[in-house]
């Protein structure tokens, strides 16, 4: 690539029509492993909630999971929404994580709720649960370290790991924040790519040096479909545009939809929603996706991409992934971000 990027995976634990919970979770395994085949850097999850296509609510017990399964690739929260915990329950959770699976677990951290109004309340988060992120963040990162704020108290396990940290963000508030706190920055473009440029601008210009790193470090997430041609590719990706706006306005209404009605659906305003949120997506054939890949990562100025695989069907989903494995020339082994010590 023009760009020397490392190349990591967010996957979503998605639950398809016709799948259970637990073949969702068989599915991510199955990734993980061919994605520490194919060289991938790491692979995230993502925390969500009262979402019944998505099965990564419990964001630390699947990444244990997919842990034991596999023996080299990274994996972490992508992230955990702080706000919805305690700042020690994830010191203790990630700490036990990294006991078991040493220089292998990473925390990406967000302040979103991750859910709708109505489950904040069975979370028994509050409105001011957000403003105290920078606060909790500073916590958290003490609780790992062995440095308490709070005198008498201690994650165990969890002190003394010092679990990398990564702050996620879809705006400005994230951006400032790691560069802050001397954090890398994990960007949200897969699904609210509005603030890309500013947001990635505004964290290398303000970025403070810390323990953890020397240098600003960018990830940018970017949807992909690889095909064997453009045609069937673009009918993977309408395909998975018109899943997720059937979800979407399916969640609201509890209707169900017809693929007549899907596909009307498509060109409506809730359609031009979803596709505007999918507007960093590399779509095509191996070729064109390298290339686009290429492009994205000179746009967003990053250091890493974290690709998502939107197809809804299993062999798509994956064949994606590996294409853009091995068009930008993956390899086993990586070197780990530049920090200091």
């Given at each position: 690539m023009k760009r020397r990027c490392a190349f990591s995976i967010l996957d979503?634990?998605?639950?398809?029509?016709?799948e259970t919970v637990n073949d969702s979770f068989a599915a991510s395994v199955t990734l993980a492993q061919h994605a520490?085949?194919?060289?991938y850097k790491r692979i995230w999850y993502a925390e969500h909630h009262n979402m019944k296509s998505i099965a990564s609510s419990a964001t630390s017990v699947l990444i244990g999971h997919i842990a034991a399964h596999t023996s080299a690739i990274r994996l972490g929260a992508g992230g955990v929404m702080l706000p919805n915990h305690s700042p020690l329950v994830i010191a203790e959770q990630f700490g036990t994580l990294a006991t078991l699976h040493p220089g292998r677990i990473d925390l990406g951290l967000g302040r979103a709720p991750g859910t709708d109004q109505t489950t904040l309340r069975a979370l028994r988060r509050d409105a001011t649960s957000a403003d105290r992120f920078p606060q909790d963040v500073l916590e958290l990162q003490a609780y790992l370290a062995g440095e308490s704020r709070i005198p008498g108290v201690a994650a165990?396990?969890?002190?003394?790991?010092?679990v990398p940290l990564y702050i996620l963000g879809s705006s400005l508030f994230g951006a400032r924040l790691a560069a802050a706190l001397g954090l890398p920055y994990a960007f949200a473009s897969h699904f609210a790519p509005d603030a890309l440029e500013a947001a990635v601008a505004v964290y290398r210009k303000e970025f403070q040096p810390s323990e953890q790193l020397e240098h600003p470090y960018v990830m940018a997430g970017?949807?992909?479909?690889?095909?064997?041609?453009?045609?069937?590719?673009?009918?993977?990706f309408d395909a998975a545009q018109r899943h997720r706006v059937v979800r979407l306005v399916g969640k609201h209404s509890g209707r169900r939809f017809t693929a007549e009605e899907a596909e009307l659906l498509l060109h409506s305003t809730a359609g031009q929603q979803v596709r505007q949120m999918a507007r960093y997506s590399a779509v095509g054939t191996p070729d064109e996706v390298r290339q686009y890949l290429d492009e994205f990562a000179e746009?967003?100025?990053a250091d890493e991409l974290i690709v998502l695989s939107a197809a809804v069907d299993r062999d798509a989903w994956l064949r994606s992934l590996e294409i853009v494995a091995e068009v930008c020339g993956l390899a086993p082994q990586h070197a780990s971000i530049t920090t200091k010590g």
């Open positions: 979503l634990a998605t639950v398809a029509d016709d520490e085949r194919w060289g165990v396990p969890g002190a003394g790991t010092k970017v949807n992909v479909i690889a095909a064997d041609s453009p045609a069937e590719a673009m009918r993977l746009h967003a100025h």
